[in-house]
Structures are given as C-alpha cells and as structure tokens.
Nanobody, 121 residues
Framework: QVQLVESGGGLVQAGGSLRLSCAAS????????LGWFRQAPGKEREFVAA????????YYSDSVKGRFTISRDNAKNTVYLQMNSLKPEDTAVYYC??????????????WGQGTQVTVSS
C-alpha cells in the first residue's frame, strides 16, 4: 500500500504562484513515477504533469507547459508542483498519483485525496 497526501492548495489571484506538495508513505517510493492531475467542477479529471523516478524526464500538458514545473525529492518521498502565472482556468482540485513503474507508463495505481486550488480573476 502507498499513501499519498497533497498539500499547498489555496486561493490566489490570477498571475500568482502556488507550490503543491505530495508526500508518499508506505511501500518504496523512489522507484515509481509520480504525476499530478486536476479536476475542475463539471469536467473530467485531466493530466497535468508527470516525472519519472530519476527525475530525468518530465511531461506536461500543453495547457500548463511553461508555467508549471514538476520536481521530486526522493530523500523526502515528496513530489512538488510549482505553479506560476496562474489563471482562473487553473481552478480545480489537484491530485497526486503514483505510477506502477519507474517510468511514466500512465498506469496510475494510487491517488491522493486532492487539494483545492482556486484562482480569482
């Protein structure tokens, strides 16, 4: 079992920044890719960013590329999402997810409970 706990969400004005954190516990963490997803009201959950276990490869959706940065600290069992130049359309519940494999296979098998991000115009 793996537990994922997100934090760092909140209310921010458009153009502002937030940094989300996701702390993993339970089974070995450092061998798995990790990702961030988000779900806005009335919309399906969508991919935001992912990072393989080594941190050497990162992936982003087109909607956040150039504004968001995913990173990880394996010593702290934590993955981060630095969000800059936030827009009202970034408002959503953000979820952390664990991949089954060390690379980004998109086989997400564990999810956090989510953290709310609200961007005001």
């Amino acid at each position: 079992q793996v537990q994922l706990v997100e934090s760092g969400g909140g209310l921010v004005q458009a153009g502002g920044s937030l940094r989300l954190s996701c702390a993993a516990s339970g089974r070995t963490y450092s061998s798995y890719a990790l990702g961030w997803f988000r779900q806005a009201p009335g919309k399906e959950r969508e991919f935001v960013a992912a990072i393989r276990w080594s941190g050497g490869n990162t992936y982003y959706s087109d909607s956040v590329k150039g504004r968001f940065t995913i990173s990880r600290d394996n010593a702290k069992n934590t993955v981060y999402l630095q969000m800059n130049s936030l827009k009202p359309e970034d408002t959503a519940v953000y979820y952390c997810a664990k991949d089954k494999y060390y690379y980004c296979s998109t086989s997400w098998d564990y999810w956090g409970q989510g953290t709310q991000v609200t961007v005001s115009s």
